[in-house]
């Protein structure tokens, strides 16, 4: 067992899966003799090889349609794109190919292959690379959505998607990478895919969020506590598919519920959400379900980079407002 950052946990976890498959081929953009922009694959070159940790040309669509047809071939790719404002040039191989290989070939063929990005603001990047666009990716059918919000939760989510049959987009939060430590056992054991993880147990709200939000969620249930207010928090980690049981089962006992993501309020995931609650838990309800999320505009420059993200306050202050309701 070793305290470790998330940036640290994927990297064991790559380690991990190419050790124990000899089919596991990293490839992207700087991630050999660099180890990425975030280090996330360091040493691994060294380790197993430039024919297994692949430097590839500044092209996304390239290192997505390798991906496609090695997983095709037999292979295990784990392709990594710099930042998820690079995404958009693999859409169509993710849309077009991978996300329909074992539906087009009627089952001979899957594409077990793992697409990495890091994944939202917080770190004074630029624009391009700020993006929060999971509800774009969860829209295709064929398509796993994961996103970490802790390094025990990527280590085992990131081997879990490397061993998946079928395409997995793994969105890594970029501001998570170094700012906590977590205890990680690199023993090889994967988490469960499509399975929800409740971090906090409550009777008053329903707390659901994923990825970096997750930090100023947890914040603001701290603070509710104080008030008297117990909400449960349930971090999704699998947006696509998401485990509905559970989202159900805590509005069923709590009647209440806000989600928080970092994404742009319309077309977001929440609002996935909060149909799904409409249509199956309309009854449980004691007030309205609420979001709380990222404005309808590009992500700012650094200066104002803090006033885009749900920060504690406005959570704190939703949860105030649906807790009114009896």
Not at 218 to 240: F, H, N, P, Q, W
Not at 277 to 300: F, M, N
């Amino acid at each position: 067992m070793a305290e470790v950052t998330l940036v640290e946990a994927i990297n064991l976890a790559l380690a991990r899966a190419m050790e124990d498959d000899a089919g596991v081929v990293v490839l992207g953009e700087d991630v050999g003799v660099n180890g990425g922009v975030f280090r996330a694959t360091a040493g691994l070159q060294k380790r197993f090889g430039s024919e297994r940790v692949l430097d590839t040309p500044l092209a996304e669509l390239l290192i997505s349609g390798l991906c496609v047809g090695m997983a095709a071939q037999g292979l295990r790719p784990v392709g990594e794109i710099q930042f998820m404002g690079f995404l958009y040039p693999c859409l169509d191989q993710l849309v077009n190919h991978a996300s329909r290989m074992r539906n087009r070939t009627q089952g001979r063929l899957s594409c077990p292959m793992v697409l990495r990005t890091p994944h939202g603001a917080g770190i004074r990047a630029p624009e391009h690379h700020s993006e929060s666009t999971e509800a774009m990716l969860a829209h295709i059918p064929g398509l796993r959505v994961v996103m970490p919000s802790s390094p025990e939760r990527a280590y085992g989510l990131l081997l879990a998607a490397i061993r998946d049959p079928d395409p997995v987009v793994f969105l890594e939060p970029t501001r998570l990478y170094r700012s906590a430590k977590g205890e990680v056992e690199d023993n090889g054991e994967a988490l469960p895919l499509d399975r929800a993880f409740v971090l906090r147990d409550g009777r008053d709200l329903t707390l659901i969020s994923w990825g970096a939000a997750l930090k100023e969620t947890m914040a603001a249930a701290d603070t509710l506590s104080t008030e008297g207010i117990s909400a449960d928090v349930i971090d999704l980690a699998t947006l696509r598919p998401y485990d509905e049981e559970a989202v159900l089962g805590s509005v069923a006992k709590t009647g209440r519920c806000i989600i928080v993501h970092e994404a742009a309020r319309t077309g977001g995931f929440g609002a996935e959400i909060a149909a799904t609650i409409a249509e199956h838990s309309l009854s449980s309800l004691l007030a309205p379900v609420t979001r709380v999320t990222g404005y309808d505009t590009i992500v700012p420059m650094a200066r104002l980079e803090q006033y885009y993200m749900p920060s504690v306050e406005r959570i704190v202050t939703a949860a105030r407002k649906v807790c009114q309701f009896s």
